[in-house]
């Protein structure tokens, strides 16, 4: 394995002569299917979160800064499983209820705490957004997005499934599924997608290449491991598909537990709860003490304008660094979880905004992943990896999820066997693809809400083999078994 040089031209059209590097974000919105499958402390609630304080106000910050002039801001990767429920009439009514929620707790807040204020604006506003511009889905304001090169839109296969564990004919229909539901929600099918997990199995660029997909993004040590660099542009193997790995470090700037922009002292901690009204109201505060602060917005804000600029300070630093290194502008790669600005990170919304803002005082642009693996000037040949714990597949499929690893091959057998005989149907597609949702192992690997995952798995496991689809769970795969039949004989 190894990287092998190509005279490939490094064009740098459309990038100005005074920039001195780019910098593309690389978000991925993932949540796996959860209507109709609980609601607290695991299920719906999940969705709810992550719509109002991740996505919600993610697509408004993207509309402002299109406002004012912005466009090629960052790629955007949704699941198709999760653009499903941003879309679906349930989730909606749901979302709606949970934030008329929301005010009512903000509200039975005591008059004089210092917070009570805040909350209830937080809640009245995003509520008011929501009804105004989100109540018939998602969609239209994505669609707006890409339309007015805004965002790329990266696409992906349909439950967000662990690929390199998948027979090659399911693998391939799962992305053909996600590809065509993209193509249906935003008039186009993407030419880049969010691969699961990272997860790269030598070989599989080449069903890339044939459903029309030019590049994805992998972890740093993928192409380290190869002689390669982070957010360099790669030819994979003998594929005109292309790559470009995350910059683990840049990254982990914002996405770090331990060094992240995240633990400051003064933004709101994620984890305590406040019992009695289900809010939010403490700091990080200091981590060695037991005892929590209150949290300051103003505090908070003023946090958010020195990180922003401590960032574009180190981007700036690492461009320096680099630029008698690269052919052309050297450019940053920084992937994480939509899900981290705003859900978990309450002020990294802020963060974003003021960072994209800033950048052309520096003479720093933005750019999307398509951009950056445009022109490679090599090609190279990558091992089996991921972006989970150790870099390998053990998450997904190690010692404790083997009896994942076993219901998922039982399954998909069941499914190919349904194939061959011309009897699979929509129905059994929609519990397999369920079924096959990575999430379920790794959140049994990460031991967090285990018992939810395992019951999952069992349950659509079971639903496949009845061949009923009781409550209607993925209305994403409509089409019949014979189109079925026709995707997977002409691989």
Not at 151 to 158: I, K, N
Not at 333 to 361: C, K, N, S
Not at 443 to 470: F, K, N, T, W
Request: hydrophobic share 40%; aromatic share 8%; charged share 20%.
């Amino acid at each position: 394995m190894g990287v092998h040089r190509e005279s490939v031209v490094n064009h740098t059209s459309g990038v100005p002569a005074h920039a001195t590097g780019r910098i593309a974000f690389v978000f991925h919105s993932h949540l796996p299917w959860v209507l109709g499958h609980g609601g607290w402390p695991v299920g719906e609630e999940w969705l709810y979160q992550a719509f109002a304080h991740s996505y919600l106000p993610l697509l408004q910050a993207f509309d402002r800064l299109r406002e004012g002039g912005f466009r090629n801001i960052a790629s955007l990767g949704i699941t198709p499983i999760l653009a499903a429920q941003l879309d679906d009439p349930r989730a909606l009514s749901g979302c709606d209820s949970w934030l008329n929620n929301w005010q009512i707790r903000a509200l039975d807040l005591p008059k004089n705490h210092p917070l009570r204020t805040y909350e209830l604006d937080q809640a009245q506003s995003t509520l008011d957004i929501f009804r105004r511009h989100f109540s018939r889905g998602a969609s239209p304001r994505i669609r707006s997005l890409i339309d007015d090169q805004v965002v790329e839109f990266l696409g992906g296969p349909a439950t967000h499934p662990f690929t390199p564990g998948l027979h090659p004919d399911l693998a391939e229909l799962a992305l053909r599924i996600g590809l065509d539901d993209a193509a249906r929600r935003y008039g186009t099918a993407p030419k880049g997608i969010w691969v699961p997990e990272c997860a790269y199995r030598p070989g599989q660029e080449a069903v890339y290449q044939r459903l029309g997909i030019t590049h994805f993004m992998v972890d740093e040590p993928a192409v380290a491991s190869a002689g390669g660099r982070a957010s360099t542009p790669y030819r994979l193997a003998n594929s005109e598909v292309t790559i470009a790995a995350r910059d683990a470090r840049v990254s982990d700037l914002v996405w770090s537990h331990e060094r992240g922009y995240a633990g400051s002292a003064v933004y709101r901690d994620f984890h305590l709860i406040d019992a009695n009204h289900g809010l939010k109201l403490s700091a990080v505060g200091d981590k060695t003490q037991a005892g929590k602060p209150l949290y300051d917005p103003q505090s908070a804000g003023v946090q958010v304008e020195l990180d922003a600029r401590n960032f574009v300070h180190e981007l700036t630093n690492v461009f320096a660094q680099q630029s008698d290194a690269h052919h052309g502008i050297p450019s940053v790669v920084v992937g994480i979880d939509t899900e981290l600005l705003g859900h978990w990170w309450h002020e990294g919304i802020a963060w974003f905004e003021r960072v994209i803002e800033l950048l052309p005082e520096s003479g720093i642009i933005t750019s999307t992943l398509e951009e950056v693996t445009s022109s490679p000037q090599m090609s190279i040949q990558l091992s089996e990896s991921s972006w989970g714990s150790g870099k390998d597949w053990s998450v997904w499929n190690g010692e404790r999820v083997s009896d994942i690893v076993f219901a998922h091959d039982q399954s998909q057998n069941y499914v190919l066997d349904l194939i061959d005989k011309g009897i699979c149907s929509s129905e059994h597609l929609n519990q397999l693809m369920l079924q096959l949702s990575s999430d379920w192992a790794f959140m049994v690997s990460r031991e967090s809400a285990e018992q939810y995952a395992r019951d999952r798995v069992a349950d659509h496991a079971s639903q496949l083999c009845s061949g009923v689809d009781s409550d209607n769970p993925f209305p994403l795969i409509s089409f019949s078994a014979a189109r079925v039949r026709s995707r997977t004989e002409s691989a």
